[in-house]
């Protein structure tokens, strides 16, 4: 069974579109976060939320809003969608904040047109 | 500023050859330091840690130790395969940061 999983694991998207990401971990896990890649590889933090809380909300503009129905899923959408956009997004779990090894999802393609 | 530095690469290597990927860090207190892999196509995944000072995390015969003299926590592997060829990132817990990631390609 897969640890952390996203979808879809691709997304082709126009510009000015609304879409969501979903992610689901079956670690019971306390701990989730959202992650985004760009071409370059540079990985940077979004968000993560420790059992249905927000606790690091990163500088992202606010078209991005994660939503965490309960502690196994956190969903990432994401409003009038830019050019910009376009990058891999991980989702990720740990046991706790920060502090433990962190399990990736295998990354959500998101391509805007 | 950067919480941690890591060695820009690419990084190419002939097979069996030595690596080192340097990464330092900045932060108050005791965080934990990580190395994570990542595969083509794939998420990142854990390859070692450490979490206090001196520790050596090691795996599939990667090491790095945790020194907080330097705030480092560099990457080696004595003779490196075709299969480590990856993209390679150094964390820290505190602040939660990432490293800009370093491509290894190995030769053979």
């Known amino acids: 069974d897969t640890a952390v999983s996203q979808t879809p694991k691709y997304l082709v998207t126009q510009m000015g579109n609304d879409k969501s990401i979903k992610c689901e971990q079956n670690l019971g896990h306390d701990t989730m976060y959202w992650y985004k890649q760009d071409s370059k590889k540079f990985l940077k933090i979004m968000f993560s939320?420790?059992?249905?809380?927000?606790?690091i909300n990163e500088t992202v503009p606010n078209r991005f809003s994660p939503k965490s129905p309960d502690k196994a899923h956190l969903n990432l959408h994401i409003n009038s969608l830019e050019l910009g956009d376009s990058a891999v997004y991980f989702c990720?779990?740990?046991?706790?904040?920060?502090?433990?090894?962190?399990?990736f999802g295998p990354g959500t393609r998101l391509l805007v047109l | 500023g950067d919480s941690v530095t890591q060695m820009e690469g690419p990084v190419t290597l002939s097979e069996e050859a030595f690596l080192t990927i340097n990464c330092t860090y900045t932060a108050t207190g005791y965080p934990s330091l990580f190395w994570y892999v990542q595969y083509p196509g794939e998420g990142l995944q854990l390859l070692l840690k450490a979490t206090k000072a001196d520790d050596k995390g090691s795996n599939k015969g990667f090491e790095a130790t945790y020194r907080k003299e330097t705030t480092s926590f560099h990457l080696e592997k004595g003779s490196v395969q075709v299969s480590d060829s990856a993209v390679y990132f150094c964390?820290?817990?505190?602040?939660?940061?990432f490293g800009t990631g370093t491509r290894l390609t190995i030769i053979p």
């Open positions: 939320y420790n059992n249905k809380e927000l606790i």
């Open positions: 964390a820290l817990s505190d602040p939660l940061a």
């Open positions: 990720a779990s740990s046991q706790v904040s920060g502090w433990e090894t962190q399990y």
